[in-house]
């Protein structure tokens, strides 16, 4: 039985950290969202780079082993600040030896309670991402750390919808979307947010990058969505806290469309289909 009374206070926060000095920078912020009441904190994609991607040369530094200066970096904050973060950085997998846009999701002792490879990885100008991490071959996980069961996604992610209806399925109230994305496109990523919170009866929460780098154009609000399609939040402020209420998620899976069944075992059989099938454009 769920708390019908229960919520979450996120801090949105647009704001990256990619320089040698930034780690005071990113505490203070954490700080002032924890003093505003914030339990958790959703920080843009990559946080901790600068924005690869723009061009399709990798560097070596961008990378790094489990548990690296980046993640440690995002964990003292968060452990300083005494609030959970999310955050991410493009971690190595010693095993094979390849990169992953990785989630990072931290409570307030800063340790690391979930992780998150992104799945679905663009390929063009301003967004080579597949010449700097592989994608990920697993699905998120539903998050139970901070009172409100959550999931996340990274960017693209939540254009296969897939991925965040499950999550729901699966108990998840929020779906946490940190993105890198051009400020020209953001009535299209609006329009995905509220199709997939209505259609998962779940919040979904996105903070952006806030500004042009690399000759790339990004940019956008932070952005949040009830499972109603209510917008909760649109700002480019670099920093919005706001509160999740538990009991939207349950009125929401009470009522259409909440209560269809999700027939798992039915969707699960077309997806062997396509699985088996020859299809040229899958990666």
Known sequence: MTDSSASLTLALISDIFDGPNEAPRLTDILRRARSLGAHLAVLPELPLN??????????????????GPRHQVLSAAARSADVGLIGGAIVNDPRTEKGYNTKLILDASGKLVGSYRKVHLPDEEGFWETRHY???DALPSVIDAFGMPLGVQVCSDVNRPEGSHILAALGAEAIICPRATEASTFDRWKTVFIANAITSCAFV?????????GGVALGGPSFAVAPTGAVLAE???????????RKLVQEARRRYPGYLPTRASVYAEGWRRVKTSDLSHER
């Open 134 to 136: 592989e994608p990920g």
């Open 205 to 213: 929460v996105s903070v952006a990058r806030p500004r042009a780098e």
């Open 50 to 67: 600068r924005w690869a991607p723009a061009t399709q040369t990798p560097r070596d530094e961008d990378a790094e082993l489990p548990n």
């Open 235 to 245: 700002t480019v402020e670099p920093l919005t806290v706001i509160r999740l209420e």
